[in-house]
């Protein structure tokens, strides 16, 4: 009896290593196939040069030109993606200015974005205009002192002239709003961090095809951001968590009690934490 109880618990013991060992090959396997995955995901970094922008080349659209070395494709769309056709026929002096334009708009893309929410986060508590500026961001910039239109322009101005100096042909001899020759969109040689120091030419393409994909992604936000603070007239933050609660008719109220307050900021973190207290107490 007693040899009988022994060899069915050794058996069951053998049956729970099997299935440990069964359920450690799953999660391998498992693993090798999210990693494969991901591994696939991964972008292909060219090193894009001044050779895929030489004005005499003719690409017939996207993919030829990113199979001449044109940087800034990745998966899911590997060969590029043109889907309202700017590549179609083009030639490489237009293609370098395609791409001098997406990456300028991209990084002011970036900072607007950064703008947008860190302005409406620290209104009424900054050292910058204190509680003067308030309200959404698309109405941030109106509330500003002259000084202050006054030094944006010529930040901006002075950023311009650099740029045009850097990579713009001389209209005067050259064709109108083309670029030079040797210049890579975007390269201006202004590097005051040293982030490009002691860097592999891979190691740039690689930083280069980062900074072309955040731009892109921030050029999607501000739109989003944009348009929804025309719609509502309500900070972001707030306006969204009130309606992650899933009250749509607590946004509508929203806007009727804050937009166009004194102090719209204050006024709308106040109504999203009453809401948010009220949605916990099941009201």
């Given at each position: 009896m007693a040899l009988t109880i022994m060899a069915s618990l050794a058996k069951k013991k053998k049956t729970k290593k099997k299935k440990k060992k069964k359920k450690k090959k799953k999660k391998a396997s498992l693993s090798l196939s999210l990693f494969s995955s991901f591994e696939s995901l991964v972008p292909t970094v060219r090193a894009s040069g001044s050779g895929v922008f030489d004005k005499s080349k003719q690409y017939a659209d996207i993919k030829e030109a990113t199979a001449a070395g044109l940087d800034g494709a990745c998966a899911p769309f590997p060969e590029g993606l043109d889907i309202l056709g700017f590549c179609k026929g083009i030639n490489g002096g237009d293609l370098q200015r395609f791409r001098e334009a997406e990456i300028t708009h991209g990084r002011v893309s970036m900072i607007a974005t950064v703008g947008f929410l860190v302005g409406e986060q620290v209104e009424g508590s900054s050292f910058l205009f204190d509680a003067q500026v308030t309200g959404p961001a698309i109405d941030h910039f109106q509330q500003t002192p002259g000084l202050v239109w006054g030094l944006v322009g010529a930040t901006i101005f002075l950023l311009e002239s650099t740029r045009v100096q850097k990579g713009w042909s001389d209209p005067f001899t050259s064709e109108l709003f083309s670029l030079n020759d040797d210049y890579v969109p975007g390269q201006w040689g202004f590097d005051p961090l040293g982030l490009s120091n002691n860097k592999t030419a891979e190691d740039m393409a690689e930083a280069r095809l980062k900074e072309i994909n955040n731009g892109r992604l921030a050029m999607i936000s501000i739109s989003g951001m944009v348009a929804q603070e025309l719609v509502n007239g309500l900070n972001l933050i707030p306006a969204d968590e009130v309606l992650e609660e899933g009250r749509g008719a607590a946004l509508v109220q929203m806007g009727k009690q804050c937009?166009?307050?004194?102090?719209?900021?204050?006024?709308?973190?106040?109504?999203?934490?009453?809401?948010?207290?009220a949605v916990a107490a099941g009201k």
């Amino acid at each position: 009896m007693a040899l009988t109880i022994m060899a069915s618990l050794a058996k069951k013991k053998k049956t729970k290593k099997k299935k440990k060992k069964k359920k450690k090959k799953k999660k391998a396997s498992l693993s090798l196939s999210l990693f494969s995955s991901f591994e696939s995901l991964v972008p292909t970094v060219r090193a894009s040069g001044s050779g895929v922008f030489d004005k005499s080349k003719q690409y017939a659209d996207i993919k030829e030109a990113t199979a001449a070395g044109l940087d800034g494709a990745c998966a899911p769309f590997p060969e590029g993606l043109d889907i309202l056709g700017f590549c179609k026929g083009i030639n490489g002096g237009d293609l370098q200015r395609f791409r001098e334009a997406e990456i300028t708009h991209g990084r002011v893309s970036m900072i607007a974005t950064v703008g947008f929410l860190v302005g409406e986060q620290v209104e009424g508590s900054s050292f910058l205009f204190d509680a003067q500026v308030t309200g959404p961001a698309i109405d941030h910039f109106q509330q500003t002192p002259g000084l202050v239109w006054g030094l944006v322009g010529a930040t901006i101005f002075l950023l311009e002239s650099t740029r045009v100096q850097k990579g713009w042909s001389d209209p005067f001899t050259s064709e109108l709003f083309s670029l030079n020759d040797d210049y890579v969109p975007g390269q201006w040689g202004f590097d005051p961090l040293g982030l490009s120091n002691n860097k592999t030419a891979e190691d740039m393409a690689e930083a280069r095809l980062k900074e072309i994909n955040n731009g892109r992604l921030a050029m999607i936000s501000i739109s989003g951001m944009v348009a929804q603070e025309l719609v509502n007239g309500l900070n972001l933050i707030p306006a969204d968590e009130v309606l992650e609660e899933g009250r749509g008719a607590a946004l509508v109220q929203m806007g009727k009690q804050c937009a166009g307050a004194v102090d719209e900021a204050a006024c709308a973190k106040a109504f999203e934490a009453a809401e948010r207290v009220a949605v916990a107490a099941g009201k």
